[in-house]
């Protein structure tokens, strides 16, 4: 993954009205549109765009009693702003000592684009994937016979 050189080792975002904040440092582990039907739901969108860092890389900076955590599943979890509804972070006992933070609440470009379509298999029929990414279907889906 080629990764422009960004100003500073450390990465800030937020939510939009502002009350959380956070920073991480460099460098991410991977970046990945993500089509589960949890990540559709969450935020209302076809696809959610994520990066993947190491757990210990993340700092919160503001909003630890307005961040709030929404289990999806047994094993995983959004976390959004209680003030605005932001959803902006993602964990899972799947990828475990990583978080995700959605690629759109960063405040300056990583300079970096997906490298790859997760769980295609459920993509919305609505938009149009012509970008050549490599398609990745959910590994643990069950086979119909």
Same mark, same amino acid.
């Given at each position: 993954m080629q990764l422009m050189k960004p100003?500073?080792?450390?990465?800030s975002g937020g939510c939009l009205c502002g009350e959380v904040k956070f920073t991480?440092?460099?460098p991410i582990?991977?970046?990945? +549109?993500c089509h589960c039907t949890r990540c559709q739901r969450s935020h209302g969108a076809g696809f959610v765009t994520w990066v993947g860092i190491n757990e210990n890389q993340f700092s919160l900076e503001?909003? +630890?009693?307005?961040?709030t955590w929404a289990s999806s599943s047994k094993k995983s979890k959004y976390g959004?702003?209680?003030k605005c509804g932001s959803s902006i972070l993602f964990k899972s006992t799947k990828w475990g000592g990583e978080i995700h933070i959605t690629l759109a609440n960063l405040h300056s470009s990583l300079g970096i684009k997906p490298q790859t379509h997760?769980?295609?298999d459920t993509h919305v029929d609505w938009l149009n994937f012509d970008d050549g990414l490599k398609r990745i279907d959910d590994p643990n889906?069950?086979?119909k016979n």
């Open positions: 100003k500073s080792n450390s990465i991480f440092t460099l582990k991977w970046c990945a +549109n503001k909003g +630890n009693g307005v961040l959004f702003c209680s997760a769980y295609f889906k069950k086979v």
